[in-house]
């Protein structure tokens, strides 16, 4: 079974496998898709409206994980 932190991998890879670049709609949508954990779906949809590189992406999914204390369980990402 697949743990978060691969699941939350496996769609960042998935989120910027032909693009340099997604919005924040491309990013829920392809979330919701990976059906990722409650507490990263809430993380994602909670981001400010723009376009992310995939550093710029995980710098913001990083401090939001960081910032509610959940670095343990989500993991951080680059």
Do not use: K
Request: hydrophobic share 35%; charged share 30%.
């Amino acid at each position: 079974m697949e743990d978060d932190r691969e699941q939350i991998s496996r769609w960042l890879d998935a989120l910027f496998r032909d693009r340099r670049s997604v919005d924040q709609l491309d990013a829920i949508v392809r979330a919701e898709t990976f059906d990722l954990p409650a507490a990263m779906m809430e993380i994602v949809g909670g981001m400010p409206p723009g376009r992310y590189t995939r550093t710029s992406l995980c710098d913001q999914l990083n401090s939001a994980i960081v910032g509610r204390g959940l670095s343990r369980s989500l993991g951080t990402y680059e």
